[in-house]
């Protein structure tokens, strides 16, 4: 069993920067693929990036790539995702998801452990 729990969502102006992060707690959460999640009023939740256990490997939504930045501190059992040039459009809850798979996956079902999200607003 894995427990994650997001932090550092919050209200910014278009253009500026916000760093989210995911403290992990269970066994062998260090290995375990993990990835943030958005989710837009009357959308549906969609990929934004994605790391692989050893951190060598990262994947980007088109629409984010360039400007967020996926890490991970696995001393720390955290996950960050730097998000910078924000666009109102990035509006949305923020869902940081577990999954024991050793290749990235990009669907919400590919995922057995999520966070309660974080909200990050945009404003114009």
């Known amino acids: 069993q894995v427990q994650l729990v997001e932090s550092g969502g919050g209200l910014v102006q278009a253009g500026g920067s916000l760093r989210l992060s995911c403290a992990a707690s269970?066994?062998?959460?260090?290995?375990?693929?993990m990835a943030w999640f958005r989710q837009a009023p009357g959308k549906e939740r969609e990929f934004a990036a994605a790391?692989?256990?050893?951190?060598?490997?990262?994947h980007y939504a088109d629409s984010v790539k360039g400007r967020f930045t996926i890490s991970r501190d696995d001393a720390k059992n955290t996950v960050y995702l730097q998000m910078i040039s924000l666009k109102p459009e990035d509006t949305a809850v923020y869902y940081c998801?577990?999954?024991?798979?050793?290749?990235?996956?990009?669907?919400?079902?590919?995922?057995?452990?999520w966070g309660q999200g974080t909200q990050v607003t945009v404003s114009s």
């Open positions: 269970g066994r062998s959460s260090s290995t375990y693929t």
């Open positions: 790391i692989n256990w050893s951190g060598r490997r990262t």
């Open positions: 998801a577990a999954d024991r798979g050793v290749t990235i996956m990009f669907f919400p079902n590919d995922y057995e452990y």
